[in-house]
């Protein structure tokens, strides 16, 4: 078995911490070119106000990818609204790949608008354990659709 996959927590400044205490902070903050009590400072979750270092946007960034631990993007997603999907790399496929991923996307769609039926055929309500099969596929169907764009853009030979 895999090693566990570490719970996203939803405040961007508990992500941070995260990130640099699940890994040698001495070794990270070398990479990231500050000393080890700066990182330290900077990923304390104390709100004394006498605490000059924050992290910034840039040292997010630099930490991820860094680490390649996507937990702050997604913290930081959750925060606002949204939910973070991590496009592939697509730039192997053929055009006749991009075609056969265009069918996925209806399969996708299909998917999506069968778990809504399911649903409501039954009582014209949607339970919780519903609405985490619905949620589910409209993650699928929305991750297909961004697949085939940043495809498609890649071939248009614009930058991602």
Do not use: W
């Not at 090693?3 to 992500?15: L, S, Y």
């Not at 990182?39 to 946007?57: A, E, G, I, M, W």
């Not at 006749?96 to 009582?123: C, N, P, T, V, W």
Request: proline share 4%; with cysteine; net charge negative.
């Amino acid at each position: 078995m895999g090693k566990p996959v570490p719970k996203v927590p939803k405040d961007v400044q508990e992500a941070f911490y995260r990130v640099v205490h699940d890994r040698d902070v001495a070794d990270l903050a070398a990479q990231m070119g500050m000393s080890p009590g700066v990182l330290y400072n900077k990923s304390s979750r104390n709100d004394n106000d006498n605490n000059h270092n924050k992290p910034t946007l840039a040292d997010c960034i630099i930490l991820t990818n860094l680490t390649g631990d996507k937990r702050i993007v997604q913290a930081f997603a959750h925060s606002v609204g949204g939910v973070f999907h991590e496009l592939p790399d697509l730039s192997h496929l053929s055009t006749d790949a991009l075609l056969m991923h265009i069918l996925k996307i209806e399969q996708e769609g299909g998917d999506f608008y069968k778990a809504i039926q399911r649903s409501l055929e039954k009582d014209n309500l949607i339970k919780k354990v519903e609405f985490a099969s619905i949620e589910r596929e409209a993650h699928e169907f929305v991750a297909a659709i961004l697949e085939g764009l940043a495809r498609m853009k890649e071939m248009s030979g614009g930058d991602r």
